[in-house]
């Protein structure tokens, strides 16, 4: 199961990184506002793998206490949002390359439209930083001459691996407490292997 979330989880970037290439596109300044705000949700299947790289590098325990003595009230950004003291809104994500689906597609991703057709999803910080660059790059890929992830195809390609896990939306730091717990419980039956 893990397995296939990371499957998806490459070409994804692989997209996304080819499309950067192509359109010399990047994330503004600023673009840490999201990893600021605590309510940001993600699925339990999204957010696994996360999870099991902590059960790997033996930091699910450290992680998991964590979760538990703070309240949301505490966490105040994502628990893996490192802030940039200088600049207010920026910041890094301190476990990227495990990052969950929603921070991979999050400002650099498609959709439909209501008449189907596939249209670019931009994060304000793009839009607001860039509104020319947003329209041209929005024409090339409503013409098909570049492409993006589309968010709705993924979410339901990983609802068929697990429709429990991907149909559950927590806060991101409630998520991820979650998914340790389901892997605490998941590791402990015996028939299964994670």
């Known amino acids: 199961m893990i397995g296939q979330v990371l499957e998806v989880y490459a070409r994804i970037d692989e997209q996304i990184d080819s499309f950067n290439i192509a359109e010399q596109f990047r994330c503004p300044p600023g673009c840490g506002r999201c990893c600021e705000n605590p309510d940001v949700e993600a699925t339990l299947l999204e ?7 902590f059960y790997e590098t033996n930091q699910a325990d450290e992680i998991y206490d964590r979760l538990e003595h703070e309240t949301p009230e505490d966490y105040g950004s994502c628990i893996h949002y490192i802030a940039d003291p200088a600049i207010l809104g920026n910041g890094r994500c301190s476990v990227y390359e495990n990052r969950p689906y929603l921070c991979r597609m999050f400002g650099f991703s498609t959709r439909y439209n209501k008449s189907g057709e596939t249209v670019p999803v931009f994060c304000r910080q793009h839009k607001s930083t860039w509104p020319e660059e947003i329209d041209r790059i929005s024409k090339r890929i409503q013409e098909g001459l570049s492409q993006l992830p589309n968010y709705q195809d993924l979410h ?3 609802y068929s691996v697990h429709p429990d896990l991907q149909n559950q939306r927590f806060p991101i730091n409630i998520a991820l407490k979650k998914a340790i717990e389901y892997l605490y419980f998941y590791r402990r ?3 299964h292997a994670a």
């Open 47 to 53: 957010i696994l793998p996360l999870a099991w790289h």
């Open 156 to 158: 339901y390609e990983l």
């Open 189 to 191: 039956r015996p028939d």
